[in-house]
């Protein structure tokens, strides 16, 4: 069974500019979750994608955003890009039938800003 | 606001000795997952512990988790190279519900010497 998949696994943007990350859920999962991943700041929900809705949001500005499609499916999106958007961009996949919500995460989107 | 606190942050481990680290969370939730990462990697799935009392073994390692203390212990036996890593514990808040995230900690960071 295929894992979470993210793309591109790494890129390099200057500030201002916008990007977009692409997560594929594990097949059969409907549920997919971003997070932030920072020295200073650690591990952070940014938010968790369920049937297309947005069902949790974390606190960060609404130059972050994402969206989900038909197939599971997950991107999000940051605009206006700051220095400080540098971080590891983990997906996380999960099946809301399973009882016990354990999160599969992918191998990371590392964007650096510039 | 929920707080997951683990200590302590570094832990420098000798070969073939034991060693317990720990995670408290400030919210009442049955639900508390251990994850590893390891330099550069994604998070990996190490325990789902979910309920009052659970333990999990895996190998050298055993979870626990006391819903009463909101603490989970994460013990080490006979520490190996192989287990040096960083170790996160996240909480799942509101446990199992429908805006349910979680909130990881910011990670103990294991190095096991000769």
């Known amino acids: 069974k295929a894992g979470v998949t993210q793309t591109p696994r790494y890129l390099i943007k200057t500030r201002g500019q916008q990007v977009t990350l692409s997560c594929s859920p594990i097949s059969g999962h409907r549920s997919v979750s971003w997070y932030q991943q920072t020295p200073g700041q650690g591990l952070q929900f940014l938010f968790e994608y369920f049937s297309e809705t947005q069902r949790n949001k974390g606190n960060f500005p609404g130059r972050f955003s994402g969206r989900q499609f038909s197939n599971s499916r997950s991107e999000m999106n940051v605009s206006t890009l700051e220095l400080g958007d540098s971080a590891l961009y983990l997906c996380?996949?999960?099946?809301?039938?399973?009882?016990?919500?354990?999160?599969?995460f992918g191998e990371g989107s590392r964007l650096t800003v510039l | 606001e929920l707080k997951v606190e683990q200590n302590p942050l570094f832990l420098s481990m000798q070969e073939g000795k034991n060693y317990t680290i720990y995670c408290n969370y400030s919210t009442t939730s049955d639900r508390l997952y251990w994850y590893r990462q390891d330099p550069g990697k994604s998070l990996e799935s190490l325990f789902v512990?979910?309920?009052?009392?659970a333990v999990k073994q895996e190998g050298r390692l055993m979870a626990s988790l006391d819903t009463k203390a909101r603490l989970s212990t994460l013990h080490i036996t006979a520490a190996v190279h192989d287990l040096s890593a960083t170790y996160f514990c996240?909480?799942?808040?509101?446990?199992?519900?429908?805006?349910?995230?979680?909130?990881f900690g910011k990670g103990i960071t294991l190095s096991v010497r000769p």
């Open positions: 512990l979910l309920s009052n009392g």
């Open positions: 996380a996949s999960s099946s809301r039938l399973a009882s016990t919500g354990e999160l599969f």
């Open positions: 996240a909480v799942d808040v509101p446990p199992g519900g429908a805006n349910s995230k979680l909130t």
